[in-house]
């Protein structure tokens, strides 16, 4: 006989003399048909976004080797599917950063909010939002591997693709506003007939993030209509490339939020129940939810310092901000270790740091997360650094960059979401998986992998080595000094762990998508809510300030928008009245 998947935790051994709150549990729905549509679309969008990591992710160990001085690019086999490097790497972010988050955050935070609030909502409107999303995908999926959009992932003009890829992205992004008008509807349809009630914890950060999002997206959504299908359609005969990479930060730094915020939801409301511990503030997690909303946005011209026609006072000002908004991630850090603690103090943990034994390091879904947050830390430092003024030009451009970015989007967002599909997919399904074993080896050698490749890929990128090279292509004496040999040495192990990793990792997954329906779902894997230290209270009108002040998103969303247009109207203001179109450019 098979194992549950999902251990329980243990009951607290706890010292506290008041009676605990009651966990909180999703509301059952009665409606058995909508339940199993609901959850079907839901997997749909899981199952989707887990197929384009795979993809996405067997291209990886290429670019590591790359990096580790190892060209496999020409190796007849490669050839016959990936015309060059950058093509390689263009599916390998697009799939990876684009595809993979917005497929998989999609599902989650429709799925989590509707389930939270017990709410029925129009499963044909949810349907053909997923159908659009993929229709999206698949146009530019065409482009891609017929490699007519090899483009990187930020697809910068006058690098020019063909017009079927801008227009697939723009409907892949575009559906996921119609998932924000779902879930913010679904949420104020609620307000109004609970007045008074404060809105549940894993609702709140759903929809604060959803709302983040729709400020976010405005950027991308502009660039690709405004300019870049036009001008790909022939319609307009040049672009300036300052003005869309402008938009496309606008997006492209509060999109990190949008990937790891689905991922402090889990971290904050379900984690510490695998841990038999609880939520450490329900009313300081909302806040961090104000403040991501706020001010994630007006931050982009961190990724622009070394662009000219923007001044130095707004870069001044939006690197300010961007330190501004590391301070919701610290308090998150020192929150849910706090949550950490108390389950593993629970559990009987002794000593200053000693308690950390008596975690469940056992558990996949677990460990995953866990891991997935010390990663962050590393990822989050490194974030620091990148975003001051005077390292950037130390940083910029070099292997540092996506040294960064694989310990933030691909651990702390991509492990987390690899944990969560391991009791996800048995509540949606009632399948288990096929091995426990096979599963932490997966998670536990993703973590290693991507530390190693973090630390090899910061290595080299202090030593010079550019992002985006085919160095391993290349003769040039620099990128084949002694000093580089042990960091692409590093790197190129990296590559061989990951791989390890994503095969037990897929394996697990895989064949636990293609076994057969054991358990009841609701049952055997239900949603894994924590109880909270502090709670918020369910009435507005007895709830502390905290609670008060952050419940009326709406307003609070009003405010981003009025944010972001006071930190980039005059940026852009400027760049439209100092235009300088130029025609496209294709590199194949
Ligand atoms: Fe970044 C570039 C600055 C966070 C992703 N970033 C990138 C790129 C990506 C990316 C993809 O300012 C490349 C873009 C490109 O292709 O050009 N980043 C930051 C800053 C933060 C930050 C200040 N980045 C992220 C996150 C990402 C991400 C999150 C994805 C998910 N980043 C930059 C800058 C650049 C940049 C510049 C441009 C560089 C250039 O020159 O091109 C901050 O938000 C980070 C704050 C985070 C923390 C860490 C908190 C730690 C936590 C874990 C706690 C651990 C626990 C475990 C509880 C302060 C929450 C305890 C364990 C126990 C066992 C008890
Ligand atoms: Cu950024």
Redesign the pocket.
């Known amino acids: 006989m098979t194992t549950s998947p999902v251990p329980s935790p243990p009951r607290r051994a706890t010292s506290v003399a008041a009676p605990l709150p009651r966990v909180q549990q999703a509301p059952a729905i009665q409606d058995t048909a909508y339940l199993a549509s609901l959850k079907k679309v839901t997997q749909y969008y899981i199952v989707t976004a887990f197929l384009a990591l795979f993809v996405g992710v067997m291209i990886g160990p290429l670019q590591a080797l790359n990096y580790a001085g190892i060209n496999l690019y020409d190796n007849p086999i490669v050839k016959a599917l990936l015309k060059s490097y950058y093509q390689g790497l263009s599916l390998h972010?697009v799939l990876n950063?684009l595809v993979f988050t917005q497929f998989f955050i999609s599902g989650w935070m429709l799925y989590l909010p509707v389930r939270d609030l017990g709410a029925r909502i129009n499963m044909k409107f949810a349907w053909f939002t997923y159908v659009l999303m993929t229709a999206g995908l698949l146009m530019a999926a065409v482009s891609l591997l017929s490699n007519r959009a090899t483009l990187l992932?930020?697809f910068y003009p006058p690098m020019e693709g063909d017009a079927l890829f801008y227009i697939g992205a723009a409907i892949m992004v575009g559906s996921s506003l119609l998932v924000v008008g779902q879930v913010v509807s679904t949420w104020w349809n609620w307000k109004r007939a609970n007045p008074g009630r404060v809105t549940p914890l894993v609702t709140f950060m759903s929809v604060a993030t959803w709302m983040m999002w729709a400020v976010a997206s405005l950027g991308i959504v502009t660039e690709v209509v405004v300019l870049l299908i036009p001008w790909s359609l022939g319609i307009t005969q040049g672009v300036d490339p300052l003005l869309s990479k402008t938009l496309f930060w606008w997006t492209?730094?509060a999109i990190?939020?949008f990937?790891?915020l689905p991922a402090?939801i889990s971290?904050y409301a379900f984690v510490p129940h695998h841990a038999g511990g609880r939520t450490a503030s329900e009313p300081l997690t909302r806040l961090v939810f104000v403040l991501f909303l706020l001010n994630s946005t007006p931050v982009g011209i961190?990724?622009q310092?070394a662009d000219p026609n923007i001044s130095n006072l707004w870069k001044t000002i939006h690197?300010f901000l961007?330190?501004l908004?590391?301070i919701p991630?610290?308090l998150?850090?020192?929150s849910?270790?706090a949550s950490?603690?108390d389950a593993a103090r629970a559990r009987g943990g002794r000593g200053l740091v000693g308690w950390?034994r008596k975690?469940p390091w056992g558990n996949p879904v677990f460990s995953a997360q866990?891991l997935a947050?010390?990663s962050?830390?590393p990822?989050?430092?490194?974030?620091?650094v990148?975003?001051?003024s005077s390292f950037?030009p130390v940083?910029?451009?070099t292997a540092w960059?996506?040294g960064?970015?694989h310990i933030?989007?691909a651990t702390?967002?991509a492990l987390t979401f690899m944990g969560i599909s391991l009791w996800l997919i048995p509540h949606l399904t009632g399948k288990r998986l096929p091995s426990v074993k096979i599963a932490s080896f997966g998670v536990w050698s993703w973590f290693f992998g991507m530390m190693l490749f973090a630390l090899g890929m910061h290595w080299e990128g202090l030593l010079g080595v550019t992002r985006r090279a085919q160095v391993s292509a290349t003769a040039q004496d620099i990128y084949h000094t002694a000093q580089l040999a042990l960091p692409q040495a590093i790197t190129g192990i990296s590559g061989v762990v990951l791989l390890a990793s994503a095969v037990a990792y897929f394996y697990v997954l895989f064949g636990m998508l293609l076994s057969r329906r054991i358990d009841d779902g609701e049952a055997a894997a239900p949603i894994p809510y924590s109880e909270a230290i502090s709670p918020a209270g369910e009435q507005l009108a007895t709830a502390s300030p905290i609670v008060r002040a952050t419940e009326p998103l709406l307003a609070l969303w009003v405010m981003a928008l009025l944010l972001v247009l006071l930190m980039y109207g005059p940026v852009i203001g400027k760049l439209l009245s100092n235009m300088q179109p130029v025609p496209g450019w294709r590199l194949y």
Do not use: D, K, Q, R
């Open positions: 972010g950063a992932y930020t492209g730094h990190v939020y990937w790891v402090y971290w961190h990724h310092y690197m961007t330190f908004i590391a991630s610290l998150t850090a020192f849910v270790a950490l603690e950390v975690l866990v947050m010390i962050f830390i990822g989050g430092a490194g974030g620091i990148n975003a001051s950037s940083v910029h451009n960059i996506p960064h970015f933030t989007v702390a967002t």
